[in-house]
Nanobody, 117 residues
Framework: VQLQASGGGSVQAGGSLRLSCAVSGRTSNLYATGWFRQAPGKERELVAQITSGGGTRYADSVKGRFTISRDNAWNTMYLQMNSLSPEDTAVYYC????????????WGQGTLVTVSS
């Protein structure tokens, strides 16, 4: 499975961005795809996840502001980010998790999101 993120950029606080992740390969093997982010000096964290059944999970820090979605064929995954704050500044990565696995093993390249105050 290959993933490629896009859509990052610079935005002012309170603004919105939409990230996209192109997913290709054997998506039938996927249990979930998700968005992670890593800010300077911080560990990478899971921002949002969507499963094969459509279930979603969000980090507490983004609940109510971010929405993860995907198309039915799982060709593209999205992260709609609203009410952005400088604390959301990070490199965002999309990733895939295979069924019956304990973690994410497929990773795309990151896309930088910068939020200015």
């Amino acid at each position: 499975v290959q993933l490629q993120a896009s859509g990052g950029g610079s935005v002012q606080a309170g603004g919105s961005l939409r990230l996209s992740c192109a997913v290709s390969g054997r998506t039938s093997n996927l249990y979930a795809t998700g968005w992670f982010r890593q800010a300077p000096g911080k560990e990478r964290e899971l921002v949002a996840q969507i499963t094969s059944g459509g279930g979603t999970r969000y980090a507490d820090s983004v609940k109510g502001r971010f929405t993860i979605s995907r198309d039915n064929a799982w060709n593209t995954m999205y992260l709609q980010m609203n009410s952005l704050s400088p604390e959301d500044t990070a490199v965002y990565y999309c990733a895939g998790r295979r069924m019956f696995s304990s973690g994410y093993m497929y990773w795309g390249q990151g896309t930088l999101v910068t939020v200015s105050s």
